[in-house]
């Protein structure tokens, strides 16, 4: 018998297959989502990306001794969710991104809390979220109390982090775990779920229109039950490239250098 995620379980091995999740980084332009994530797939804080890139990032985890195939998409909505359903229905759980010295992006995460709870209540699907409140080696900067942000992840039942994808990787990695732990428990409570991905667009009557009292006036959704559904399509595999570059090597003084695909480095 071996333990699963801290739960005994008899007949997993350790060729077990590792536990697949998805977690969608979600915020307003600028918040962070990015750094945070270039930060947890390869421990370094790059300063510019690609503001209109979205991708999605495999990377294969242990959390509590176990295998994760973890997916990471790093979204771009721009100033408001826009096309959610790409990650609506594709998440085990959210992390929604503000920047600590930014009011906008905190209203904004409000913004998205608010899109993933009418969601969960279209779809009777709850997926976990957890806010961040990103760039707190700028605290001196704050527009955003962490009280702000304790009161409104408690008005959302979601854990709420304080951190910086600049300072030490270990608050990241711990971050990101603990959204792999809160999507476990949901898998766990409810195994037979599986993202789902929608096939077709139509109006429908009841379709859910995101109020622009919400600030989500762009974002629709449609619930599971009245489209055809197909299994998500696979995602494409690992995006970590190894490229070869004079540049980067007189630069690094290293025979390689590992990039993000889409990412730049100086
Ligand atoms: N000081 C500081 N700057 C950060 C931090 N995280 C990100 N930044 C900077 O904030 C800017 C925006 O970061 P991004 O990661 O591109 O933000 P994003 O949310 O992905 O924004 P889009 O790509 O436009 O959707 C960049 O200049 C980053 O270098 C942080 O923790 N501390």
Redesign the pocket.
């Known amino acids: 018998m071996s333990s699963v995620f801290g739960k005994p379980r008899s007949g997993s091995g350790p060729q077990s297959t590792p536990l697949e999740v998805n977690l969608a980084?979600l915020?307003?332009?600028?918040?962070?989502?990015?750094?945070?994530?270039?930060?947890f797939l390869t421990k370094r804080?790059?300063?510019?990306?690609?503001?209109?890139?979205e991708d999605t990032y495999s990377s294969e985890e242990t959390v509590d001794h176990q295998p994760v195939h973890l997916r990471v998409m790093?979204?771009?909505?721009?100033d408001t969710p826009r096309n959610c359903e790409r990650y609506l229905n594709w998440a085990h759980a959210f992390l929604v991104?503000y920047?600590v010295d930014s009011r906008q992006s905190f209203d904004s995460s409000s913004s998205y809390l608010e899109l993933l709870a009418l969601h969960a209540k279209e779809t009777q699907r709850s997926v976990p979220a957890l806010l961040l409140g990103?760039?707190?080696?700028?605290a001196q900067y704050r527009q955003v109390t962490k009280a702000e942000g304790v009161a409104l992840a408690g008005r959302f039942g979601c854990l709420f982090f304080e951190?910086?994808?600049?300072?030490d990787f270990e608050h990241v990695q711990h971050v990101f775990h603990e959204a792999v732990r809160e999507a476990r428990r949901e898998l766990e409570k409810s195994p037979l779920t599986r993202p789902l991905f929608i096939s077709e667009e139509r109006a429908l009557p009841h379709q859910a229109p995101l109020t622009a009292r919400h600030g989500l006036a762009s974002c629709t959704f449609n619930t599971l039950s009245t489209v055809s559904l197909k299994e998500m399509p696979t995602v494409a595999q690992a995006k970590l490239v190894t490229v070869k570059s004079s540049r980067a090597q007189s630069k690094r003084k290293a025979p390689t250098l590992t990039l993000l695909k889409g990412f730049k480095i100086f």
């Open positions: 980084i915020g307003r332009r600028g918040a962070g989502k990015s750094a945070l994530t270039v930060k804080f790059i300063s510019e990306y690609d503001p209109n890139l790093d979204t771009a909505d721009l991104v920047s990103n760039k707190l080696d700028m951190v910086s994808a600049c300072l």
